[in-house]
């Protein structure tokens, strides 16, 4: 069965802190999608990467291919970071299974 | 270049009834595809439609269906209404179908009294 697993749930922070979301996935994923979700529902796509790391910014996205496992990480958070964070996995099959996201609060 | 649209951006609907929703893609873009977004099961998958195509389905019941003009505007329209399909109707576009980064739209939020 296709499953991609996230954590942690709930995040909190402090303006500036060192962050670092997880996410896993079962075999046979072609490409692995980190999106943004901000109060409201828009949804926007961060990174999309099938090996290596990806940069934009304060954020990066690594993927470890062989332990099925992906990090979003936002060095030096701002509060206006706050919202959630969804990994989505494609298994090549042109339809995305997605984590069930993590909601993260950064405070000034 | 305009980002992806949808109308309309909410919608209420009585139990039994039909509706339609409109996603116009980014220009350029082939590829559709439509999401439900609920509190208790997250994002799921719906359809994608590629050159007018539908290219997969999710795990939803015949009532929700879609199709794609030859201008890669795409409709989705769910038939008999029931108060679990209140959801966020999200579409997001790329230019092609496969490993591509997917543009989303606002969404369409639509609440079944």
């Known amino acids: 069965k296709n499953e991609v697993e996230q954590s942690p749930q709930n995040l909190t922070a402090q303006e500036g802190e060192f962050i670092t979301i997880n996410c896993s996935y079962s075999?046979?994923?072609?490409?692995l999608h980190w999106l943004q979700q901000h109060p409201g529902g828009g949804i926007v796509s961060l990174f999309m990467?099938?090996?290596g790391k990806k940069k934009h910014g304060r954020l990066i996205a690594t993927i470890n291919i062989q332990e099925k496992h992906s990090s979003l990480h936002i060095t030096a958070s701002h509060p206006r970071d706050s919202a959630v964070y969804i990994c989505?996995?494609?298994?090549?099959?042109?339809?995305?299974?997605f984590g069930t996201g993590t909601r993260l609060q950064v405070f000034p | 270049k305009a980002g992806v649209t949808q109308t309309p951006r909410y919608l209420i609907k009585t139990r039994g009834q039909q509706v339609t929703l409109s996603c116009s893609p980014i220009?350029?873009?082939?590829?559709v595809s439509w999401y439900q977004q609920t509190p208790g099961q997250g994002l799921q998958f719906l359809f994608e439609?590629?050159?007018?195509?539908?290219?997969n389905k999710g795990n939803f019941p015949g009532r929700f269906s879609g199709r794609q003009f030859s201008n890669s505007r795409s409709e989705m329209n769910v038939s008999t209404l029931e108060l679990g399909d209140s959801a966020l109707y999200l579409c997001?576009?790329?230019?092609?179908?496969?490993?591509?980064?997917?543009?989303f739209g606002p969404g369409t939020r639509l609440t079944v009294t």
């Open positions: 997001a576009s790329s230019p092609r179908t496969g490993d591509y980064e997917q543009y």
């Open positions: 075999v046979g994923i072609s490409a």
């Open positions: 990467l099938s090996s």
């Open positions: 989505a996995g494609d298994y090549n099959t042109d339809k995305l299974i």
């Open positions: 220009s350029g873009h082939r590829s």
């Open positions: 439609y590629f050159s007018e195509t539908q290219r």
